[in-house]
């Protein structure tokens, strides 16, 4: 039987827990290593080493350095590992100063300058996005099925229909009230980019009313261009559904909750963030 291990770095453990709510891959993985659940002391050689969370610190350099040789892959799970994610926020001086004012914290490993992708570290074979990627995901990271076929974007599983008669000209407050079920939250007031984000997820934000942040990072069509071009992709779809000032969609798709995962596959801020080839991600 083949093995895996879990390296988890700087992030919030929710990529793990998505994990272990797949339970397909049992009869072909033996899960030897993952220090939430199983208590082994030090990783050893395996077939697939799933890596989640950012490097933020020098513990995770210094695991992430270790593992990788002994893995036969190496995979990173979740927008942590990809582009640094929730992790990245650490990089913000008015976090960095929260962190750094406690003196029971100066114990703790120190703080590398700022938060990198493991890629910037580290060979990466395949990528499988998602904050976190769904239970559904994993089991087709370590199953391989024969008859998983996501959507090209987010917009083909959510289901809701776009309308071009129904055009709101500022975005809905939180106090918005019912959402229509079978309508899209574009027309509805709502920021969601599923229109370019990569499907696969089976929209489970929009179908529940929620829009969707574009955690799985852009579609094929946009994954190997610059973030420029998935930004004005949205800007496009979003000025052909609502009558919305452009100035207010720009600064809406700069807000913090949506940048954490706009540019999680682009070159956006930093060298080590270059657009990822396609056959490489899930
Ligand atoms: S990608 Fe999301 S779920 Fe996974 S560790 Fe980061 S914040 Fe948590
Ligand atoms: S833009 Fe959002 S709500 Fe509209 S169809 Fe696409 S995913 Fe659904
Ligand atoms: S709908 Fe969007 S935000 Fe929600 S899981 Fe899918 S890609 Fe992520």
Redesign the pocket.
Same mark, same amino acid.
């Given at each position: 039987m083949k093995t895996f291990a879990v390296l988890?770095l700087a992030?919030?453990?929710?990529?793990?827990?998505?994990l272990l709510n797949a339970d397909e891959w049992v009869g072909e993985y033996r899960l030897a290593y993952m220090p939430l659940v199983v208590s082994t002391h030090d990783m050893p050689e395996v077939d697939l080493l799933l890596v989640? /969370?950012?490097v933020r610190n020098e513990e995770d350099l210094y695991n992430l350095r270790r593992a990788v040789p002994r893995a036969g892959k190496v995979v990173a799970?979740?927008?942590?590992?990809?582009s640094g994610?929730?992790?990245s926020l650490g990089d913000r001086d008015d976090v960095r100063q929260v962190f750094l004012a406690d003196r029971a914290r100066h114990h703790v490993p120190r703080l590398l300058p700022k938060c990198s992708p493991i890629d910037a570290v580290v060979p990466v074979d395949l990528y499988l996005p /998602?904050?976190?990627?769904t239970p559904e995901l994993f089991m087709v990271l370590l199953t391989d099925p024969p008859d998983f076929k996501p959507g090209a974007i987010v917009c083909v599983e959510c289901g809701r229909k776009k309308r071009k008669d129904m055009r709101p000209s500022r975005f809905a407050g939180f106090q918005r009230g019912e959402v229509d079920p079978g309508i899209c939250l574009i027309n509805q007031g709502f920021l969601c980019i599923g229109s370019s984000t990569r499907g696969g997820c089976r929209a489970p934000c929009p179908r529940a009313g929620h829009p969707c942040v574009g955690?799985r990072g852009p579609s094929n069509a946009l994954i190997e261009k610059e973030s420029a071009a998935w930004l004005s992709s949205i800007q496009r779809v979003i000025s052909s559904l609502t009558d919305i000032p452009a100035g207010e969609v720009d600064l809406a798709l700069r807000s913090p909750h949506l940048s954490l995962f706009l540019f999680q596959f682009s070159d956006y801020s930093g060298p080590e963030r270059k657009p990822r080839p396609k056959e490489k991600v899930i």
């Amino acid at each position: 039987m083949k093995t895996f291990a879990v390296l988890q770095l700087a992030g919030c453990a929710g990529c793990e827990v998505s994990l272990l709510n797949a339970d397909e891959w049992v009869g072909e993985y033996r899960l030897a290593y993952m220090p939430l659940v199983v208590s082994t002391h030090d990783m050893p050689e395996v077939d697939l080493l799933l890596v989640s /969370g950012g490097v933020r610190n020098e513990e995770d350099l210094y695991n992430l350095r270790r593992a990788v040789p002994r893995a036969g892959k190496v995979v990173a799970i979740g927008t942590c590992a990809i582009s640094g994610g929730v992790a990245s926020l650490g990089d913000r001086d008015d976090v960095r100063q929260v962190f750094l004012a406690d003196r029971a914290r100066h114990h703790v490993p120190r703080l590398l300058p700022k938060c990198s992708p493991i890629d910037a570290v580290v060979p990466v074979d395949l990528y499988l996005p /998602g904050c976190p990627p769904t239970p559904e995901l994993f089991m087709v990271l370590l199953t391989d099925p024969p008859d998983f076929k996501p959507g090209a974007i987010v917009c083909v599983e959510c289901g809701r229909k776009k309308r071009k008669d129904m055009r709101p000209s500022r975005f809905a407050g939180f106090q918005r009230g019912e959402v229509d079920p079978g309508i899209c939250l574009i027309n509805q007031g709502f920021l969601c980019i599923g229109s370019s984000t990569r499907g696969g997820c089976r929209a489970p934000c929009p179908r529940a009313g929620h829009p969707c942040v574009g955690c799985r990072g852009p579609s094929n069509a946009l994954i190997e261009k610059e973030s420029a071009a998935w930004l004005s992709s949205i800007q496009r779809v979003i000025s052909s559904l609502t009558d919305i000032p452009a100035g207010e969609v720009d600064l809406a798709l700069r807000s913090p909750h949506l940048s954490l995962f706009l540019f999680q596959f682009s070159d956006y801020s930093g060298p080590e963030r270059k657009p990822r080839p396609k056959e490489k991600v899930i």
